[in-house]
């Protein structure tokens, strides 16, 4: 019997770990034909014996994907004699039948197949690899089925903003087409299930989804099967979501179950209780991050099926895909500011132009990644001055030259304490092992003398001053690092009450949320009474 053209598929990984790597049932486990000891060594047809060898040979990745592999129909009555045969290559362990789901190039309509796999020579073969090609076309399987779902989002009519309107009212929507589990109804159809391992049928179903949910492009929802949320709609349909939860769907579960109210006082301290994703200048973003979680934990609390488990389960999906794009935005905006620091910084025009300081909580948001970044730049110069008024980021690049000028810049600017000339000393003391280096220049270290004196003169005895103003200054760079260490020190307790304050920011943000939730609830359960 001659073997069907199978089509051509990208390629995919050669191992499966994570979840699946305990995965290893016995039917997997076949055996080459020279496993056998010499006098035991079965012989079968001239058929058989090429199906053997062109099965042991073409179990890889390279013949499944260049269609190599032999394949078979699978809903169609094979020939008596070939089925007889192959059955007992089959049953000695020698050959493995495993259905394979695909579209029609022409009419994308969804066929299936039977690939049949063999082991190579026990001397060259992997015993891994008939594993590696049974979870490829598993794979291969639920990419066809997740793109067939896709496709049929549209054929059904399916509309996601009415699909929300009735699972926030504990209906099941209605739709042109009826869902139709398509893996199960292909599966279904194979005429000789006798040719594959009992649980294989079963293991194989199950993978298929696992694989289509593992992608997470597809919901599997129990009221109207597979639904998929375009990137695109995420934001609109999160703003949809958000009232339908608030004014529909939990006013009527608490009125139905009032002991849920405490429950859903109870995930919200819960979701709380982890600050990591509470410090951030956008309240939207806050609540997309809160509503994720408690989506998730409500699908679980519904039972995982039913028009509001549904609900729940897409309004996770939806509230994380609007999240996602929202974070990839703010990491777009911070690296674009990134990038315009360093462009700054690195070739504006004249010395203290490239000196810049950027306001935190103001300029930049307190969690921003630009702060992580340029401090952890070799490029760059930074340090962060913790004052009364708030916190400031202060950067210049790196360059011995540059740095002279700037020393000269402010020493013939400023004669007087300003946070300029300040949290420059401050930055280039926090940074010795590149300052004493510079210092070894007398141009600079005069430099660095008179700008640590002009700034830190007030801090200095009488007797400092007076030595300073007679021309005595051989001690004076000493003084500036003992007042700079000074500085640094108490800097080191400002930074505490900034981190503090930042704390008392978060917990009075937990308790506004924490209470909105409680006043929810009660404006729930009095509207009942």
């Known amino acids: 019997m001659k073997t069907m053209t199978t089509p051509d598929q990208q390629n995919q990984p050669n ?26 060594r079965p012989y079968f047809s001239p058929e058989m014996e090429r199906l053997l060898l062109l099965a042991g040979e073409s179990t890889n990745s390279e013949g499944l994907n ?104 504990g209906n099941i929507p209605h739709f042109k087409y009826a869902y139709t589990d398509k893996a199960k109804e292909l599966l279904g159809k194979i005429y000789h299930k006798n040719l594959m391992h009992k649980d294989l049928l079963d293991d194989y179903y199950k993978l298929i989804h696992s694989f289509i949910q593992e992608e997470e492009i597809l919901t599997r929802t129990s009221t109207c099967g597979y639904l998929h949320v375009p990137d695109q709609d995420a934001d609109t349909l999160f703003t949809q979501i958000s009232e339908l ?53 409500l699908t679980q609390l519904s039972g995982n099926k039913g028009p509001y488990s549904d609900f729940f389960r897409l309004s996770r999906v939806i509230s994380q895909k609007s999240l996602e794009s929202d974070m990839f935005l703010k990491g777009a905006r911070e690296k674009s500011v990134e990038n315009g620091l360093k462009k700054v910084a690195l070739s504006g025009k004249g010395a203290m132009a490239r000196y810049m300081s950027l306001s935190i909580g103001k300029d930049l948001p307190f969690d921003s990644e630009v702060i992580k970044s340029v401090q952890h730049d070799s490029s760059l110069l930074s340090c962060i001055y913790y004052g009364s008024e708030g916190s400031e980021l202060f950067i210049c690049p790196w360059d011995k030259v540059l740095i002279k000028n700037m020393l000269r810049e402010l020493s013939e600017r ?27 220049d007398e141009s600079a270290a005069e430099d660095f003398r008179n700008v640590g004196y002009s700034c830190l003169a007030h801090t200095f005895p009488w007797y400092r001053r007076l030595a300073f103003f007679l021309g005595f200054k051989g001690n004076m760079l000493s003084d500036v690092f003992r007042e700079l260490g000074d500085i640094q020190y108490h800097q080191m307790g400002e930074k505490l009450k900034f981190e503090e304050k930042i704390s008392a920011i978060k917990q009075k943000l937990k308790e506004e949320l924490i209470v909105e939730v409680r006043e929810h609830m009660a404006g729930i359960l009095e509207g009942k009474s």
């Open 15 to 40: 191992t499966e770990f994570g979840k699946f790597a305990s995965f290893r049932p016995v039917y997997l486990q076949i055996k080459s034909k020279d496993s056998y000891p010499n006098d035991e």
């Open 245 to 297: 939860y608030e004014k529909r769907v939990i006013p009527k579960l608490v009125t139905e179950n009032p002991k849920l109210a405490e429950q859903l006082i109870s995930i919200r301290e819960t979701i709380l209780s982890d600050e990591s994703g509470l410090l951030n200048n956008d309240p939207l973003l806050i609540r997309k991050s809160i509503y994720s979680e408690e989506f998730a934990k």
């Open 414 to 440: 400023f004669a007087f304490y300003n946070m300029t000339s300040l949290s420059f000393l401050l930055m280039l003391f926090k940074n010795k092992d590149k300052l004493l280096p510079l210092l070894s």
């Open 66 to 169: 260049s269609g190599k592999i032999p394949a078979y129909p699978a809903i169609t009555e094979l020939d008596y004699k070939f089925v007889e045969e192959i059955s007992e290559l089959i049953s000695k362990g020698l050959l493995l039948v495993v259905p394979r789901i695909y579209a029609k190039k022409n009419t994308g309509e969804l066929e299936i197949l039977l690939h049949v796999l063999g082991a190579k020579s026990s001397k060259k073969g992997n015993p891994e690899t008939v594993r590696d090609i049974f979870f490829q076309i598993a794979r291969k399987s639920a990419g066809t089925i997740r793109n067939f779902e896709i496709t049929s989002q549209n054929d059904r009519e399916i509309v996601l903003n009415e699909v929300l309107y009735s699972l926030a009212d």
